[in-house]
């Protein structure tokens, strides 16, 4: 791999999204760069999912290394289309604010036939680079320049800073961003940083230094007013902080001033002390603690301690600021990692029921305490499809709680949710307390439509915070489009599987003297028609014969290609087979006519191969066949004492020439003998470089089924051909066993 720069090409699917993701981890960690391997595989997690979302084309991702600095780029083939961020220019999807709050720098450029939007993270361990200029209106977003022509934007830190202010309009900061702005942040969210607890350790010992303390502590803020103990020492830290609340704090630390008080204060009073100096710590103007240094003598500080220990409080707010920050930036990269794991499993199933049960899943018990899915058919009300609770034991009185409430609200946005209390009061009362739970619903929105609501709940005492709230949001636009996907593939693959149980044969019927032996295995998951058939039937009595002279045919086929094209040659061959058949054409006749309707359809026609055979005299040692092979893999007879032969000549595929003169070959099959029929993907599965039928492989594989019964030797070849390769086959599987008894 090249160490200046890496690329790669992934397909418009769910799953490129993690492939793209664990390229950019390996070429990073081949260029030593695992440091900054977490932030790039989330930005490239997140426009690589823009790219399949929204320009709906394959996608390349490039990483380079340009002065020491790590630029990676993903680009669509959809250049008309702007890049929508979420509160500026959009509703819904993914955005780009993550991008800003995770590169250094970022930029859209332009050509003629794609779009790519790029990224810079400075490399692992380098200073952090200075402010650049701004080169764009702050409003103006990425898709305000579509259609200008080459050109490229780069943000720098003010920038950034800019449109994460315009993506948190309407007091919003921003989706997984925690509560900045909102109210200070909860004294023990500080406790939880090491830098923070650091920092208070030193303030603590050097406002003790320059006061000449007894005792020192910093006294953080909680959300409900109380004060807790951040840090302390001396004779501070033998002392319990008891009932200390903001609003028990004299004029002056509201005003944000440092004081010197005496015992009288609540400060003094909390610590036990006699005398003390104290000095507000603040952050974008909330008072976010207090730094207070305590003495037993009364009188002991003056006001120039105060203005040394106001001095200090300012130096240590800005260090628990970073703090704080830095310890939001963590949690903000743990949430975003954990919904990019979560779109990851929900791209990985097409299962309706299964998508549902993932969503409550992953909801409880990171956001709520439970989780309901309501989802919505056409004409009908919501139906309540699946309950998860963290308890296992309520779970089922949740699910009657939620049966017997109101129908789950058709919103357009997420909003809290009062219909538990509609439930009878019986039913409330076996939930227990979960029928006072603060409930929150989530309308599931997909391709413009709702699809079905999630609500979530937790317990009375513990309201949803905004980033729970934003978060669960998030996770429901992508739930919406996994549940609304799996719904259209189980949709269609029951259409596939009607289509194509209509485009084989109801039954095989009974052929006296012969055994009659099927496989049909289409490939993939039944989400498309394969192009595979086969079908055996009477074909009318013989010329002047009784019905018990009846004939028969057989035929087996192969149309290019799958889905609906190849479906409707399919039909187009089955049917054709049998009209012709009870014509009494002959088989190089049928043939023959049935190029020519192939050809008649045109572009919509399909190259077809196809044996067809006609079981046309029974004698008293076997049958005789007369077959003829369209482009088709040729059959095998296999006598009775092991020996295999090709039992006819090749001749011109279907579809291809008009005019083509078809000729038949005669078989005669003695009693014991056994003639095989398959299609190409028998011959042709494959495992690793090497196909089953190499080096006559097909051959020593029946020569194999000596004295087995029809079924039995279809039964081998078909497990065989699954044992062949590890990867499931990619082509469809048809044979038809014909043994002379």
């Known amino acids: 791999m090249d160490r200046q720069t890496a690329s790669a090409t992934f397909p418009s699917a769910a799953a490129a999204v993690a492939d793209a993701r664990r390229f950019v981890r390996k070429v990073l960690a081949d260029w030593g760069m695992d440091e900054a391997a977490d932030d790039a595989v989330l930005a490239t997690s997140e426009l690589a999912t823009n790219a399949i979302a929204y320009a709906g084309t394959s996608f390349e991702v490039s990483c380079r290394l340009e002065d020491g600095d790590i630029k990676i780029e993903v680009r669509d083939r959809h250049p008309t289309r702007g890049i929508e961020m979420p509160g500026v220019t959009a509703s819904s999807g993914r955005g780009l604010p993550s991008i800003a709050r995770l590169a250094a720098s970022w930029g859209v450029s332009y050509d ?61 900061e921003g989706a997984l961003s925690g509560d900045v702005g909102d109210m200070p942040v909860a004294g023990d969210r500080l406790l939880r940083s090491p830098a923070a607890v650091e920092a208070m350790e030193d303030g603590v010992a050097t406002a003790r230094e320059i006061l000449g303390a007894e005792g020192a502590a910093v006294l953080l803020t909680e959300r409900d007013g109380r004060m807790i103990m951040g840090s302390s020492a001396g004779t501070a830290a033998e002392l319990p902080l008891g009932e200390l609340s903001v609003a028990g704090l004299g004029p002056a630390a509201r005003a944000g001033s440092p004081w010197v008080a005496a015992e009288a204060d609540p400060t003094a009073t909390a610590l036990q002390a006699r005398s003390v100096a104290a000095a507000p710590l603040e952050s974008q103007g909330r008072l976010t603690g207090v730094v207070v240094a305590v003495s037993s003598a009364p009188g ?90 963290a308890d296992e034991n309520r779970a089922d009185g949740l699910r009657e709680l939620l049966e017997h409430a109101g129908a789950a609200p058709p919103m357009d946005g997420p909003g809290p949710w009062n219909g538990l209390a509609t439930a009878p009061e019986e039913v409330r009362a076996a939930a227990g307390d979960t029928a006072a739970d603060h409930v929150y619903a989530f309308p599931l929105i997909a391709r413009g439509r709702r699809i079905g609501t999630i609500v979530i709940g937790r317990p009375p005492g513990d309201r949803f915070p905004r980033s729970a709230i934003e978060l669960a949001e998030e996770l429901s636009r992508r739930a919406a489009l996994a549940v609304d996907n799996a719904r259209l593939f189980s949709a269609q693959t029951a259409m596939s599987s009607a289509l194509q149980r209509s485009l084989l044969p109801p039954g095989i019927p009974e052929i006296p003297g012969l055994e009659v032996a099927v496989v049909y295995e289409p490939a993939g998951e039944g989400s498309e028609v394969g192009g595979d058939f086969y079908d055996v039937f009477e074909s009318g009595p013989g010329p002047g014969g009784p019905a018990s002279s009846s004939r028969w045919r057989f035929a087996i086929g192969d149309v290019c290609g799958t889905g609906p094209e190849a479906a409707a040659v399919t039909g187009l061959a089955r049917h054709a087979l049998r009209i012709l058949a009870a014509e009494d054409m002959s088989v190089p006749a049928v043939l023959a006519r049935l190029n020519r309707l192939i050809l008649g359809e045109g572009e919509r026609g399909r190259l077809l191969t196809l044996l067809h ?101 279809a039964a081998r070849i078909q497990r065989a051909v699954r044992d062949f390769g590890p990867e499931p086959s990619n082509d469809d599987i048809a044979l038809i066993v014909l043994r002379a008894s």
């Open 300 to 389: 002991r500080f003056d006001e120039a301690d105060g203005v040394r220990l106001g001095r200090l409080a300012d130096e240590m707010s800005l260090s628990l600021e970073k703090a704080r920050v830095g310890e939001l930036e963590r949690s903000w990269r743990g949430w975003l990692s954990f919904v990019a794991e979560a779109s990851d499993l929900l791209a990985g199933t097409l299962d309706q029921e299964r998508t549902m049960a993932l969503v409550a899943q992953l909801v409880v018990p990171r956001l709520a305490t439970w989780c309901a899915v309501y989802t919505v058919a056409d004409g009908e009300p919501d139906r309540l499809a699946y309950v998860w609770h």
């Open 112 to 172: 003629h036939r794609t779009k790519g939007v790029w990224f810079r993270l400075a490399r692992p361990g380098a200073p952090a680079a200075p402010a650049e200029a701004e080169t764009a209106a702050p409003a103006e977003t990425a898709g305000d320049v579509a259609g200008r022509g080459p050109q490229t934007r780069e943000r720098g830190p003010r920038d950034r800073e800019q449109a994460r202010e315009a993506a948190g309009a309407q007091g919003r």
């Open 613 to 713: 055979g006609e079981i046309a005299t029974r004698r008293p040692d076997g049958v005789r066949i007369r077959l003829t092979s369209a482009g088709h893999p040729l059959p095998l007879v296999l006598d009775p004492d092991g020996g295999v032969r090709e039992a006819a000549t090749a001749q011109a595929l279907l579809g291809v020439f008009d005019g083509v003169d078809f000729h038949t070959d005669t078989v005669d099959l003695r009693r014991g003998e056994v003639l095989l029929c398959v299609t190409d993907g028998v011959t042709e599965r494959r495992s690793g470089s090497r196909l089953l039928g190499d080096g006559d492989g097909l051959e020593r594989l029946l020569a194999g089924c000596t004295g087995l019964s029809a079924g039995a030797v």
